[in-house]
């Protein structure tokens, strides 16, 4: 859920308002069967609307999508993530990086991209899509290779490295 709905956000900003979101679970529910009992009931944009998470129309979707995945979310691929409404490239390999161990994606944020130019690499100032982003996804792959780094490492020292700029 964080995956989804940080994208355009700030990560402290959106962190803070999920946990006010997910408050309202019962005890031992998790998170996609709060999404899915909201779903049922016709809740769902009540709740958003209370919390105020924004981008109401576009959360509802790729939480109605990510439903679907409930039982299989640890195997769930790219291409099936990204066939949800309101998940795109970099929502998706957020979420496979970040959720499973040696995962080979990478996630160009506008972060990824600024150290691929400091790189040497030929990337642009916000997201690529398609053919282009599996380019220097293949290159940031790369750089962590030379720099004996697992991806999400990487990844995670470069967010910190620019996000304290």
């Known amino acids: 859920m964080f995956c989804i709905m940080v994208a355009g956000k700030s990560a402290k900003q959106i962190s803070q308002k999920l946990h006010q979101f997910l408050n309202h679970r019962n005890n031992g529910e998790s998170p996609i069967e709060y999404l899915d009992n909201m779903i049922q009931e016709g809740s769902l ?34 291409n099936d993530l990204e066939s949800v409404t309101g998940i795109g490239p970099k929502t998706a390999r957020f979420f496979i990086l970040h959720s499973r161990k040696n995962a080979s994606h990478a996630v160009l944020d506008t972060h990824i991209l600024k150290w691929l130019r400091a790189h040497g690499e030929d990337a642009p100032k916000s997201t690529p899509s398609g053919k282009k982003y599996t380019q220097l996804e293949e290159r940031f792959i790369y750089w962590a290779g030379q720099y004996n780094m697992k991806i999400a490492d990487l990844d995670l020292h470069v967010w910190k490295q620019y996000s304290q700029k």
């Open 45 to 78: 944009d009540y709740m958003m609307k209370q919390c105020r998470l924004g981008q109401y129309g576009r959360l509802a979707k790729a939480f109605q999508g990510i439903v679907h995945f409930r039982n299989r979310l640890d195997k769930v691929s790219v």
